[in-house]
């Protein structure tokens, strides 16, 4: 008994290094086409999970963290390994580039496969398969991020 729970502390310490070190990678990338992030917020008009472009939370948030990017990572860090809410107050959250994450059945039932799976059900050739509503995007984008998978749209193609 007393192995089995040091392995569990090993394999718990383990999966929070991997998952800070995903954070990490998607706060630090602010290119024009940048990973989504997936964030509990409240403002005046929603309260649930949504996602964003971090490129599009950072320009956000750029006064309130003095334009300092490690300021910035920091935080939103905080915020999504605690499963914090990020406060938005008033401010339009569809006009900052948050898309509002919707509960669908579909996609928490795939999300249960081995994470090929669920990739394979959504994607083909590294892009999402064009008989995914909008709706499942996010879904899917939401749940690759609990995944530890970072998402982005190509700046070609959209997808």
């Known amino acids: 008994m007393k192995h089995y ?13 991997a998952q800070s070190q995903f954070i990490d990678s998607v706060l630090t990338d602010i290119n024009t086409s940048s990973a989504y992030i997936a964030v ?22 750029y ?16 915020v999504l390994i605690h499963s914090d809410t990020l406060l938005i107050g008033d401010n339009d959250i569809m006009e900052i580039g948050f898309l509002k994450v919707s ?40 749940k690759l991020f609990t995944f530890n998978i970072s998402t982005r749209l190509d700046d070609e193609s959209g997808y």
Do not use: H, P, W
């Open 5 to 17: 729970l040091v392995f569990l502390m090993i394999l718990l310490l383990v999966s929070c290094q």
């Open 40 to 61: 509990n917020i409240k403002s005046n008009e929603f309260t649930g999970k949504a996602i964003i472009e971090n490129v599009d939370l950072f320009r956000f948030l």
């Open 63 to 78: 006064e309130k963290y003095d334009g300092s990017l490690s300021k910035y990572s920091a935080e939103i860090k905080r």
């Open 103 to 142: 509960k669908i059945r579909t996609v928490d039932d795939n999300a249960q496969n081995e994470v090929s799976k669920f990739i394979d059900i959504y994607f083909k050739n590294g892009f999402i398969k064009k008989s995914v509503s909008e709706d499942e995007k996010i879904a899917i984008i939401d």
